[in-house]
């Protein structure tokens, strides 16, 4: 498994591991092969994300990592089909959520986390949801893209 090995036309296995997190915590983001193939249909899903946004995405999350930042071990992070990302030089996260959420990509779940968006795409198989959430202060879900007010 070589970091520069093509996932798809613009997307290397690299970009899909890196992770200030686990650099900083030493913990080992590479995935069980048996994995791979979830990891590159997600890079051929996520061309359509590149496409509309003009950015580079990273997307797995080990089981390890993803303990270490307290997610569940069912995450479609850990399964290759979920990424969290940011764009700064597209916009805002909420920017990013409602491009996404406008277009006619075929996600299984994109929510809006305020500091990144998350998007997570159906295991094969199984047809697109579009579920859009926005996370909530506590951990708790809202439909839709809602941003947060400032105090008055």
């Known amino acids: 498994m070589r970091l520069d090995e093509k996932l798809s036309a613009n997307f290397t296995l690299g970009e899909f591991l890196r992770s200030e997190t686990a650099a900083r915590r030493g913990i080992d983001n590479t995935p069980p092969q048996e994995l791979l193939r979830a990891l590159e249909r997600t890079a ?13 995405i990273h ?15 069912s995450s479609a992070h850990v399964r290759g089909l979920a990424v969290d990302f940011d764009a700064p030089e597209y916009g805002a996260p909420a920017d990013v959520c409602r491009a996404i959420y406008a277009s006619d990509i075929q996600y299984d779940q994109l929510i809006f986390e ?15 949801r579009r579920q859009t959430l926005t996370l909530l202060p506590g951990g708790t879900y ?6 947060r007010r400032a105090a008055a």
């Open 44 to 56: 051929v899903n996520l061309e359509d994300v590149r496409r509309l946004l003009g950015v580079s």
């Open 142 to 147: 809202i439909d839709g893209i809602v941003e």
């Open 114 to 128: 305020h500091t990144w968006t998350h998007i997570a795409w159906p295991a094969a198989g199984t047809g697109a």
């Open 59 to 73: 997307i797995y999350r080990s089981l390890a990592l993803n303990r270490a930042i307290g997610s569940k071990d």
